[in-house]
T-cell receptor
Framework: AQKITQTQPGMFVQEKEAVTLDCTYD???????LFWYKQPSSGEMIFLIY??????QNATEGRYSLNFQKARKSANLVISASQLGDSAMYFC?????????????FGAGTRLAVHP | DTGVSQNPRHKITKRGQNVTFRCDPI?????LYWYRQTLGQGPEFLTY????????KSRLLSDRFSAERPKGSFSTLEIQRTEQGDSAMYLC??????????????FGEGSWLTVV
């Protein structure tokens, strides 16, 4: 069965420092996609970054990078130069393309608090 | 704003009443999804449409739940005879259907339901 595990219920980071949010996944598929979403208190799920299982390079989007270690089945999110506005819930998700659709399986999330 | 739009954003209803949520996806997206999120959890898949066809329903979607996407554009999610356990945020999302990589699923701001 497919599963996403986020072992850090909460994380604290000082403003302007980098932080790593952990995500491990379990799948027997060879082809899959990994996503990170940010959810502020308003509720909207904001797409941050995507990594395909066949992508050889780690994905980067501005201050966000994804540390993809396929053999370990981990897809950690690194946020560089944290800002106060980064305080939110962060969810790791996996998409399986089998079946021809894009159902996402989410982890339980990590709450990040950025301190000034 | 051309993102996914949901309304109402908040709904408080008495147990036993019916409620309906509406979702307007990103206009060129032909796939539409409904997810449910309870406090402290990641979103869980409920159902998925490609154009007007409902292609999958989760076991979470009991007989009291019905979703429609009559013209392949907006969608409605109706909950009949609401129960307190239905209290959650209902998230709508949309995406393209072509390609495997990078066809990101974009979420709306969610509709909060409180059943009292």
């Amino acid at each position: 069965a497919q599963k996403i595990t986020q072992t850090q219920p909460g994380m604290f980071v000082q403003e302007k420092e980098a932080v790593t949010l952990d995500c491990t996944y379990d799948t027997s598929d060879q082809s899959y996609g990994l996503f990170w979403y940010k959810q502020p208190s308003s509720g909207e799920m904001i797409f941050l970054i995507y990594q395909g299982s066949y992508d050889e390079q780690n994905a980067t989007e501005g201050r966000y990078s994804l540390n993809f270690q396929k053999a370990r089945k981990s897809a950690n999110l690194v946020i560089s130069a944290s800002q106060l506005g980064d305080s939110a819930m962060y969810f790791c998700a996996m998409r399986r393309p089998s079946g021809g659709y894009n159902k996402l399986i989410f982890g339980a999330g990590t709450r990040l608090a950025v301190h000034p | 704003d051309t993102g996914v739009s949901q309304n109402p954003r908040h709904k408080i209803t008495k147990r036993g009443q019916n409620v309906t949520f509406r979702c307007d996806p990103i206009s060129e997206h032909n796939r539409l999804y409904w997810y449910r999120q309870t406090l402290g959890q990641g979103p869980e898949f409920l159902t998925y449409f490609q154009n007007e066809a409902q292609l999958e329903k989760s076991r979470l979607l009991s007989d009291r739940f019905s979703a429609e996407r009559p013209k392949g554009s907006f969608s409605t999610l109706e909950i009949q005879r609401t129960e307190q356990g239905d209290s959650a945020m209902y998230l709508c999302a949309s995406s393209f259907s072509t390609g495997l990589s990078g066809n990101t699923i974009y979420f709306g701001e969610g509709s909060w339901l409180t059943v009292v």
